[in-house]
């Protein structure tokens, strides 16, 4: 083990590693070693530049809270969380295409009533959004979970707030109907840069690329017997669908708004006044 050069090493930090006993960390750590000292072979770092990318780390997980996840931003906008999101989940076939999580989900959203105002304290041009789950027969998933968070019409997440955690609006919690049918009235989100005062931001500027993510809606689905969903329902027209950051877009799930004059609606609800309305019925895949 002594006099290693770069011809070498990399050979005997697999044969150390290789002692792992559980069969899948072996497996990763391998491929982890062998990928990373091919990269570095490649580039052939300066000593300075290794310093300069450890440094850039060290910043990406000190920007990290429980209202930002800067690591996220990173996978996203180097296409890594497509690229795992695309591994999981086969194109094509019945279910709902899926789509990256993003750095501004929040576990446990408040709870609300099918039909509920989740937008509380925001303006915006009234939007309606009517949805159904089913399986891939055709029948109604009574009860899933839809949980749905999305930015308000400046291009920002509740929790990008100065209240953080404790002030969560433009997200909730829904239960479908027996049915398998939802429904909630918000306002139309807009498109926005994710946030790029940080090391990300530094990384994009670097690339010259630009920040910004099309409109849309998060939906996270989840009921027994299905493979959770998440995806999102991107906005008709909205900038940036040919461009989005984290390249997350499909077309699939491009969705365009409705008028809805105010009454009964197209699926037998009932609003105030006139929104726009963004309706999709979405397919769950079997476990």
């Not at 209202?67 to 709902?96: P, Y």
């Not at 918000?186 to 630009?210: E, T």
């Not at 708004?257 to 105030?272: C, H, S, V, W, Y």
């Amino acid at each position: 083990m002594r006099n290693l050069d770069d011809n070498t090493i990399t050979d005997a930090v697999i044969e150390r590693v290789s002692g792992a006993p559980e069969p899948r960390t072996r497996e990763i750590c391998e491929a982890l070693v062998r990928h990373l000292h091919a990269f570095c072979k490649e580039i052939r770092p300066t000593q300075q530049e290794w310093r300069q990318g450890i440094n850039f780390l060290t910043r990406v997980g000190a920007m990290c809270s429980s209202t930002r996840q800067e690591f996220v931003l990173l996978s996203d906008i180097l296409g890594v969380s497509m690229l795992v999101d695309a591994i999981n989940h086969a194109a094509g076939g019945a279910q709902t295409e899926t789509t990256v999580l993003g750095p501004f989900y929040v576990e446990n959203a408040p709870e609300k009533a099918l039909g509920s105002f989740i937008a509380e304290g925001l303006e915006g041009q009234p939007m309606l959004v009517e949805g159904s789950v089913s399986d891939y027969a055709g029948n109604p998933v009574a009860g899933a979970i839809v949980d749905v968070w999305h930015s308000d019409d400046e291009g920002f997440y509740d929790v990008q707030g100065e209240g953080g955690l404790a002030d969560l609006t433009g997200r909730a919690r829904f239960h479908a109907d027996a049915n398998g049918n939802f429904w909630f009235r918000s306002i139309v989100p807009r498109f926005y840069p994710i946030p790029y005062d940080g090391p990300v931001g530094d990384m994009l500027q670097a690339q010259r690329r630009h920040p910004y993510r099309p409109a849309h809606v998060h939906f996270m689905i989840a009921a027994p017997g299905f493979d959770t969903l998440v995806t999102h329902l991107f906005i008709g027209g909205s900038p940036y669908l040919d461009s989005d950051v984290v390249f997350g877009v499909k077309r699939e799930l491009v969705v365009g708004l409705e008028p809805q004059p105010g009454g009964k609606t197209a699926r037998g609800n009932t609003i105030d006044v006139d929104m726009q309305a963004l309706r999709y019925d979405f397919v769950l895949a079997p476990v």
